[in-house]
């Protein structure tokens, strides 16, 4: 996986300049990316909006989000091996918006590492934070289901939508649903 990562990275970029580069009638006026598609940041050079396209739920993200603070905090990585059958992983975390009563088990199962270089941990991390600076970030989820985390996960970006196929034309801010 991190050949494949590093591959993508040091591969895509170029082509991906040169086909912006030749799109220019007419240019786009956005790139929906993936937020593991690093190499879509190109489009900054020629000033197109990038909006990524988060296809996990808003708590995944938020719990991505927070993997950092979680790393500082002392959390993540595990110390040794037995933190994974001790009970350790129960561990309430009450510090993350828009969340309660998560346990360090409801992370992803990345966090179940003892490398403190772990290449998952620091590749999430990387992209949530390539997300924060995207022109915005399109979730699909539904405000009745994760009203709370969205709330919570607003402020993280510069421009929040939501995908609510209960209201396709309702627009907020600042969170935009779609």
């Not at 009638?25 to 993936?34: E, F, H, R």
């Not at 949530?128 to 699909?140: C, N």
Request: with cysteine; hydrophobic share 40%; charged share 20%.
């Amino acid at each position: 996986m991190q050949l494949l990562r590093v591959g993508v990275d040091q591969k895509l970029d170029d082509p991906f300049s040169d086909l912006l580069d030749n799109l220019n009638n007419p240019q786009p006026t956005c790139i929906v990316s993936d937020p593991y598609m690093t190499f879509t940041t190109a489009a900054e050079k020629f000033g197109i909006p990038i909006l990524m396209l988060s296809t996990i739920p808003a708590s995944a993200l938020m719990l991505c989000n927070q993997l950092s603070s979680a790393r500082d905090k002392g959390l993540i990585p595990l110390k040794d091996e037995s933190f994974l059958t001790n009970g350790y992983l129960e561990t309430t975390v009450d510090w993350i918006p828009g969340m309660k009563d998560i346990r360090l088990l409801d992370f992803p199962r990345i966090i179940r590492t003892t490398d403190p270089n772990d290449f998952r941990i620091n590749i999430v991390m990387e992209v949530m934070e390539k997300a924060t600076k995207a022109s915005g970030v399109v979730i699909h989820t539904f405000d009745a289901l994760e009203g709370k985390v969205l709330g919570a996960l607003s402020p993280c970006f510069l421009m929040f939508m939501q995908l609510d196929h209960s209201n396709y034309y309702s627009i907020t801010h600042p969170m935009t649903t779609l």
